[in-house]
């Protein structure tokens, strides 16, 4: 193992990712512009096949099949009473993805995605399953509010079987990987990793999550002001430690592997958003490989995103995660490609003047 | 042939559409809210999934399979040099949507949807071909500018056979249509169709198509001003066939076929748009029929879709037509049924507590 010190600059350097060579984009500009179609007008489509072209770094990149990872884990913070609902539906809803019957399951459908499910950090244990990954680091971080999350080499672990996770999906034939994530308790999280890495004030960052009634909401601020004052970390693969949780380093992993293998990490809502944050903290190169794929309705996910600069593909209100806004934009990004690949020049199409 | 005189009156009573049953409402909500996941999380999703179960009036619509119709047609008011592009190009398109060559092919096979090619009014003998559907209502409209387009027996029978193309789909087994349009010119016919059907002052209506200079601009807005003072029609059928073009009025007959058999109808851009206005003047209860698939950047889309109340599910800065905006939603709407279809209860998930 090498000596991974949990700095940015040591971080920085274990990730080999290359920023998109941005020479390129003149040649996708003009092979867009020579389409059969009025230039500039298909919009946001257009941009979207530039940054796939820039990803790949070819003028015809693929971008047919796609995986979605719904990295699973629980937090130690819901001792505090910060979710509506208990613990144990993190592992409910494991075994729902896994029996094909949760939301994601049926949109992924709809977006013809394959799921695959990873256990990052359940706190339960979760039967055998072809579908089901085992990547936990632990059963449960610690309860953030009172200590770390997790240590510094259970994040390390995590953030590299992340990558792994996805060269592997890649090397099984992925052209895109789309992030999504199951976790009890884990806006709460989300909303620490925002607040130290955007930088942005705490309450900006805090929503109600799966829905909190106002004592709910109390407890969940409390909680959080507890960890925020419980540790003055702000160097990425820290703050990743002190307030976890596993499914969240090990999703910044993801979008670092697929950045590390230029391929397009499409980033679901305000947790894997929390990660992708953290990633781009962690090798800021990774940004360019990022496709943000719609604009939660979860307190703090717009600013999240303006603090990315990025300005997400859809805006329809979601705020449930598993990935479900994630796979909804995948249709999005292979229209964007094959507009590069499969669509007629306009010099081939318009009748001939002699 | 019946009696049609072509006014609003008359025409509403030769569509069959029947309002949704919103008595079925709360059931659908219910049903959506006691899914696995926090009541409200799917945002817009779920506000579709509603109304999909609304058109399809029953708690399990299935939306799988999608047809997209483009419908093709010629303007004559092209001679006043309207568009930056000769006429001749929408042949040229239908040729490539054939050839499975265009913006919207690339974009159709990447959402799942089977495209068929419609001569509603092209103004040149096109190529027999398997996927091309042969309506032609006239080689090309007349001149607006100078007379009506079409006859009130042509836009008569360029409504019928929207319709009957549509039901024909849906007998052989399409759950959704989608409703997009080719034709070099039109967007100055859609912006007299909504100035007279919206009604909205003229100039908010026009914009620059496909992309036009400023002379062109120039010359397109006073052609387009000329057709207007040119006649004072109000009534649905006689705005359709003073202004055309036959792919407009076809497009019209294919939204109420897709009402009368309570199919939902996937609105592309500005010209669908105006069409679709047409067919909810014509019959208003087709309202409740039509998906818009997105907000498009030609100018007077905005103020159209606030006239219809729609509020679209794509905001992508979208101009080209061809059904390419269409297309996209439809994994949207696949996602919204799903969900109430495929997705497990709330009650079978969570623990149970003794």
Request: net charge negative; no cysteine.
């Given at each position: 193992m090498s000596a991974w010190r949990g700095d940015l600059a040591a971080a920085d350097e274990a990730w080999r990712i290359q920023p998109v060579d941005r020479s390129l984009e003149p040649a996708l500009r003009a092979r867009i512009d020579g389409k059969a179609k009025p230039p500039g007008s298909l919009g946001r489509i257009e941009d979207l096949a530039v940054r796939l072209g820039l990803i790949r770094n070819r003028l015809d990149p693929k971008v047919e099949s796609a995986v979605l990872f719904v990295f699973a884990g629980d937090h130690g913070l819901t001792a505090e009473g910060v979710?509506?609902?208990?613990?144990?539906v993190t592992a409910a809803m494991v075994e729902t993805f896994l029996a094909g019957r949760a939301s994601v399951n049926a949109f992924a459908s709809a977006a013809n995605v394959e799921v695959r499910v990873v256990?990052?950090?359940?706190?339960a244990d979760l039967p055998l399953h072809p579908k089901l990954v085992s990547a936990k680091i632990r059963a449960g971080t610690r309860n953030c509010a009172r200590e770390?999350?997790?240590t510094l080499t259970e994040t390390q672990d995590a953030l590299r079987r992340g990558r792994d996770l996805v060269a592997g999906a890649i090397r099984d034939g992925a052209d895109v990987i789309t992030i999504g994530e199951m976790g009890i308790g884990n806006t709460a999280s989300a909303a620490l990793i925002m607040h130290r890495l955007a930088p942005a004030p705490l309450d900006a960052c805090i929503g109600s999550g799966a829905g909190q009634d106002e004592a709910g909401l109390r407890r969940k601020i409390d909680a959080i002001h507890r960890a925020a004052a419980r540790t003055a970390a702000t160097t990425p693969a820290e703050v990743l430690a002190e307030f976890g949780g596993c499914e969240i380093a090990m999703m910044a992993g993801a979008v670092l592997g697929a950045a590390e293998q230029r391929r397009p990490a499409v980033i679901d809502g305000f947790i894997a958003g929390a990660a992708a944050l953290a990633a781009v903290r962690l090798a800021p190169a990774a940004l360019d490989y990022c496709v943000f794929a719609h604009r939660s309705a979860e307190r703090g996910h717009a600013r999240l995103l303006q603090t990315l600069g990025a300005e997400p593909l859809?805006?329809?209100?979601?705020?449930?995660?598993?990935?479900t806004g994630a796979v909804l934009a995948v249709p999005l990004l292979r229209a964007a490609a094959r507009l590069l690949t499969d669509v007629a020049d306009l010099s081939d199409v318009l009748p001939r003047t002699p």
């Open positions: 979710s509506r609902y208990p613990a144990s256990d990052a950090g359940v706190a770390p999350a997790m859809l805006d329809l209100g979601l705020r449930l995660g598993e990935g």
